[in-house]
């Protein structure tokens, strides 16, 4: 039976690795746009063990099942249109800094976080063309 590419391990990882920073995103812009909202607190996405997903153990995130966002008071508005895929937990951040509203968003490290997943993300989607690439090129199909 021929080998498809979500069979490789790394592969499979590398796929969600991406989705995982595509919901983090979301979740980090939501921080971002309630800034200024009364008694939010800022969330965060918990990360899946990767480690495991490659040695194929039982912590391994399913990439195809997807939930929407939580709407915790009627006058939020909906989620956008990303669901975050299932398995990937949301956090609340801890509240180091509050403003007299009650709000915990420091903007400046929801723009580092940010940064930080853009780039990570960028890492990810580089290592997984390079490994199609590859198998392209083991199996004769050059990519031009």
Request: hydrophobic share 40%; charged share 20%; net charge positive.
């Amino acid at each position: 039976m021929p080998m498809s590419m979500t069979d490789l391990p790394l592969l499979a990882a590398l796929k969600v690795k991406m989705k995982w920073h595509q919901g983090r995103q979301q979740v980090l812009a939501e921080n971002v746009a309630n800034a200024d909202t009364p008694n939010f607190r800022a969330r965060d996405l918990v990360a899946p063990d990767f480690r495991k997903m490659l040695s194929g153990g039982a912590g391994a995130v399913a990439s195809s099942a997807a939930m929407g966002p939580a709407r915790t008071n009627a006058a939020h508005l909906g989620g956008g249109g990303g669901k975050l895929g299932a398995g990937m937990a949301v956090t609340k951040a801890d509240d180091w800094e509050k403003t007299p509203e009650g709000n915990a968003v420091v903007l400046e490290d929801q723009m580092l976080k940010i940064s930080e997943n853009q780039m990570d993300y960028q890492l990810a989607t580089t290592l997984y063309s390079r490994g199609l690439g590859l198998l392209k090129t083991a199996i004769g199909r050059r990519s031009g």
